[in-house]
């Protein structure tokens, strides 16, 4: 099989024309003899290069509005011919058909289209049929020619056909792109397709992504892992600008999202902030300015917050960043970063900056997926929340006003916190978090604790968990641990309700003198 292969002849129709022109004058400059369709072909005319239509090549004209242009044996054999193939050189020969050795080619914007949310007839209108049909016999032939589908490959590949030609290892990489990028198309096609008509569970569902980075490992050493990007614009980890410090790895990208996610939650409430721990929140608090804020949710858990991940509602202020600056953080992110801000974090190298200059919507749909042995399951992201009119009160005792505030915010908490979740919080702050433990008793000790040994620490007269109140991201299958939670000095409680024993739950809250309300929705987070 021959190795390096000279570029003679090359078809170039891309709807993104970024590099075009300089790619295209580089290819005439070699002797490469240029095909091409459209717009694509009038933009390099006029650059005042030498280019044939692809019409004049099939002897067809561009018909049905573009539809029908590059699907003729003269294309696609150019394309598919096997050089080597006595027989098809034959066939080449006798029906006039030019090898083609350069495939040059971006689809139509569906993506963009979709996400601009454009109607299903425009959406269909940019669904491209000769694009994918022409990338795919390219690169099936790839021991013969090239094929590129991405601006970032013209580069690399100008250089091969200045040098004498693209070798095989050079054409199998652009091949696997180019199947790659078919794939993804596909998938985008069929994941809007299947929303458009309601088909919520598809009988074949694909997803694909775009390297993002490639990373040092995974969760561990072991572990070879990868960052990959969806498309999507939702501001979060995968949007932001870095602004400083070293590269992000899988943890501080898992960590990050988390913290993101959680901070979003309170768009328009006022300075908020959220110091994430393991993809757990150990601190969450508002306050009078975004330095309160961290204030409050850094005394939360001090000993768990080394070493965290840092989200905020607003823009990083230059109070705030000296206050962060006096411990040991992985990741700040935040909508936006005064220029004092920065200049503080500059002195901390390895101290990552991310900005995303919104939050996200957490209300909006999509998609979440986890991979098992054997397939996936796929689920709608919670975007569940309730409203104060949702809320149904249980107990003879109501909660007073502070205290409904603090459940709501409480509640908000423990959507975020890994099951089985216990959220204790007063003033608008987190004061403990029991996550992640089989038992709900276990969570709401551990809470407990967790506030009892950051009252020692920060020099408070008591507990505060003592006036504080509980949101539990599940029902109380027994009154044990809410009883926990009352004897650690809480004095109202959120629950989705809906246990077989609510009604023992219900009286143990009585007798205890809690106030108790039911949201009706639960938050499990595994």
């Known amino acids: 099989m021959t190795d390096r292969l000279p570029v003679r002849r090359a078809l170039l129709s891309v709807s993104d024309k970024t590099g075009l022109l300089d790619f295209a004058q580089g290819l005439a400059a070699a002797g490469v003899e240029l095909l091409s ?46 050089r080597d193939d006595a027989g098809h050189v034959a066939a080449m020969q006798e029906h006039g058909i030019g090898a083609i050795d350069l495939l040059v080619v971006n689809l139509y914007p569906f993506e963009e289209t979709v996400a601009k949310g454009a109607g299903y007839d425009e959406c269909v209108e940019n669904i491209d049929i000769g694009g994918p049909a022409m990338i795919r016999a390219a690169a099936k032939n790839h021991a013969f020619v090239a094929t590129v589908v991405d601006v970032e490959d013209y580069d690399d590949v100008l250089e091969a056909v200045q040098a004498g030609g693209t070798d095989m ?18 998938a985008a096609v069929s994941t809007w397709m299947a929303g458009a008509i309601g088909q919520a569970t598809p009988r074949r569902r694909a997803f694909a992504g775009t390297l993002a980075q490639g990373l040092r490992y995974g969760e561990n050493p072991h572990q070879g892992a ?45 300075p908020a902030c959220a110091i994430i721990k393991h993809a757990n929140p150990c601190g969450v608090a508002t306050g009078a300015s975004l330095g309160e804020a961290y204030a409050r949710a850094f005394d939360c858990d001090r000993t768990s917050a080394f070493g965290g991940i840092i989200a905020l509602n607003q823009p990083l202020d230059e109070e705030t960043a000296r206050a962060i600056t006096g411990i040991l953080t992985e990741v700040v992110i935040a909508p936006g970063a005064s220029d004092a801000a920065k200049e503080i ?12 200059e919104a939050l996200a919507d ?85 809470a407990a604790l967790k506030a009892a040994r950051m009252a020692q620490e920060i020099g408070l007269a008591e507990t505060p968990a003592k006036g504080s109140v509980v949101a539990s991201d599940a029902f109380f299958p027994f009154p044990d641990g809410l009883l926990a939670a009352a004897e650690a000095g809480a004095t109202a409680v959120i629950q989705p309700g809906g246990s077989m024993r609510d009604d023992q739950v219900i009286a143990a809250a009585d007798e205890a003198g809690l106030a108790m309300v039911f949201t009706g929705m639960r938050h499990f987070r595994h």
């Open 37 to 82: 369709t459209g717009g694509t072909a009038r933009a390099i005319r006029e650059a005042g290069l030498p280019v044939r239509d692809v019409a004049e090549v099939t002897g067809f004209p561009e018909m049905m509005d573009g539809r029908v242009k590059t699907l003729h044996p003269a294309v696609h054999g150019g394309l598919l011919a096997l």
């Open 345 to 356: 974090f500059a002195a901390k190298k390895n101290l990552r900056l991310l900005t995303t």
């Open 362 to 446: 957490p209300r909006a749909k999509g998609a979440a997926f986890k991979q098992v042995a054997g397939g996936f399951l796929l689920q709608d992201r919670d975007a569940g929340s309730v409203a104060a009119a949702d809320l149904k009160v249980v107990t003879k005792r109501a909660p007073t006003e502070q205290e409904m505030t603090d459940l709501r915010f409480a509640w908000t908490v423990a959507k975020h916190v890994k099951s089985n979740a216990i959220v204790y919080a007063k003033g608008g702050a987190t004061v403990g978090v029991g996550a992640g433990q089989m038992s709900r008793v276990d969570s709401s000790t551990i």
């Open 226 to 270: 990868a960052f990959y990007t969806d498309g999507s614009a939702r501001p979060g980890v995968a949007t932001a600008v870095q602004h400083q410090g070293k590269e992000l790895s899988y943890n501080n990208i898992n960590d990050t999202d988390a913290a993101f996610e959680l901070i979003s939650e309170f768009a328009g409430q006022g």
């Open 169 to 186: 290892q050079q054409r199998q990489r652009l091949a696997q792109i180019a199947y790659a990028r078919t794939g993804a198309y596909d």
